[in-house]
Nanobody, 123 residues
Framework: QVQLVESGGGLVQAGESLRLSCAAS????????VGWYRQAPGKQRELVAD???????NYADSVKGRFTISRDNAKNTVYLQMNSLKPEDTAVYTC?????????????????WGQGTQVTVSS
């Protein structure tokens, strides 16, 4: 089954770090640009960071200098290293990507969202 699965969330104190992982599973032949998004209670979902297939990265101003996105194409995994966490980083973090795969008859490219992982930062 083709899917994105996040892991690595948890409860930390302000100033600590977490590393989130977004792993694509299934018979994936390629992964396009991968984005990490977050949504806090009562707020709209926002793009935190994304990374292209060539490794070009983009960050929201609120996380620049603190978060680092990277990808390991051999493992079909994208990471989000989050340092110097703040209480305002508390949210559900979800990854998104276009996944290309062969379904036994056709090669398909579809957009997928993971299930999300909770990050809670206490003050």
């Amino acid at each position: 089954q083709v899917q994105l699965v996040e892991s690595g969330g948890g409860l930390v104190q302000a100033g600590e770090s977490l590393r989130l992982s977004c792993a694509a599973s299934g018979s994936i032949s390629s992964i396009g640009t991968v984005g990490w998004y977050r949504q806090a209670p009562g707020k709209q979902r926002e793009l935190v960071a994304d990374i292209t297939t060539g490794g070009i990265t983009n960050y929201a101003d609120s996380v620049k200098g603190r978060f680092t996105i990277s990808r390991d194409n051999a493992k079909n995994t994208v990471y989000l290293q989050m340092n110097s966490l703040k209480p305002e980083d508390t949210a559900v973090y979800t990854c998104n990507a276009d996944l290309t795969y062969y379904d036994g008859r056709y090669t398909r490219t579809l957009n997928y969202w993971g299930q999300g992982t909770q990050v809670t930062v206490s003050s």
